[in-house]
């Protein structure tokens, strides 16, 4: 039987012969879909996949700029689309273990975090010029990935505590403030911060423009203290680029928060790796705090979600 926090049952080891690729014991990013006979062999065939990813980033390093605009949008979108499609594990094994791309994958990750800053900050303005923000809002790309994801969390976080959430900090709040406001949205009270000013000024104003009763302050992950109030603290995907600084971020806050109360910490699986880092919960990567759950969508969903207690 499978824990919450355990890959996919290790394959049963395949001799060398029938290994497609050489890979190494532990990847940084597994896949977590069940071996299925893939449908169209082609499309999955890792070498040609690997080249698109490869040549998708290429472009994106290519790309005069990562502001929202045909080009960049049509980038992003075939990126995002690629990392979400279901795929057989061992394909996504033998794509993520490639060398060349393990070594880009940092590169990928911070034009894929700009990139979302840039999206973030052009809607934050759309919304804050138009009439009617509400109505604006609604035409923003990924409105229903962050009403599925939040809706996942909160119902996960409620189904792994004593009580439903009451108060709650949202750490990385960005532009668009959409994950901490839709969160405050099932009867939470939330306060966001971010350590990017022109965040903090965009996302408050947007929250106002809203009618939304959320704060976004200035705050960077690190200089936060003092968290004993809050049930839950949830950490952005983009905050901590790497495993260390994301282990760093999570001991942190632990240590202001009061014992149980809980922290879910955004991360991704599978292809989604190429987007956001990858919390490796196994390995302690979560900074001391005690895993409760790991939820990995397979639907347009593109996060996975970690939870854990603070210890007593
Ligand atoms: C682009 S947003 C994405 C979150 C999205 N808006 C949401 O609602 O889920 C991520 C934000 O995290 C912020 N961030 C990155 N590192 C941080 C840190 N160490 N402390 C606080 N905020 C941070 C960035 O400035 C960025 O605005």
Known sequence: MSTPFDRPAA????????RPLDLPSRLPVRA??????????????????????????????AAPTLEPGPGTDALFT?????????????VVDAVLADPELTGRLP???????????????????????????AA???????LQNYRDLTRIEYHAVAGHAPLAPRRALFVGAGPLPLSAL?????????????????AVALGDAVARALGDDVTVREGDVLDLDDLADYDLVCVAALVGLDPDAKTTALAHVRAQMRPGATVLARSAHSL??????????????????EPLAVLHPHTDVVNSVVLARVPA
């Open 182 to 198: 839709l969160l405050a949205r099932h009867g939470v009270t939330v306060d966001a911060v971010d350590v990017d000013a022109e």
């Open 136 to 142: 604006a809002l609604e035409r923003f790309p990924y």
């Open 78 to 90: 075939r990126l995002v689309g690629l990392a979400v499609a279901p795929r057989p594990g061992h």
């Open 11 to 18: 394959r049963p080891a395949r001799s060398r012969a029938e």
């Open 272 to 289: 989604r790796g190429l987007l956001y880092p990858v919390l490796d919960v196994a390995d302690d990567g979560l900074g001391g705090l």
């Open 32 to 61: 977590c879909t069940p071996e299925r006979p893939a449908a169209d062999a082609g499309a999955h065939a890792p070498a040609a996949l690997l080249a698109e990813i490869l040549a998708l980033h290429d472009a994106l390093v």
């Open 107 to 133: 590169d990928l990750r911070a034009r894929c975090s700009a990139g979302e800053y840039a999206l973030e900050r052009a809607w934050a303005r759309r919304v804050l010029a138009a009439d009617d923000p």
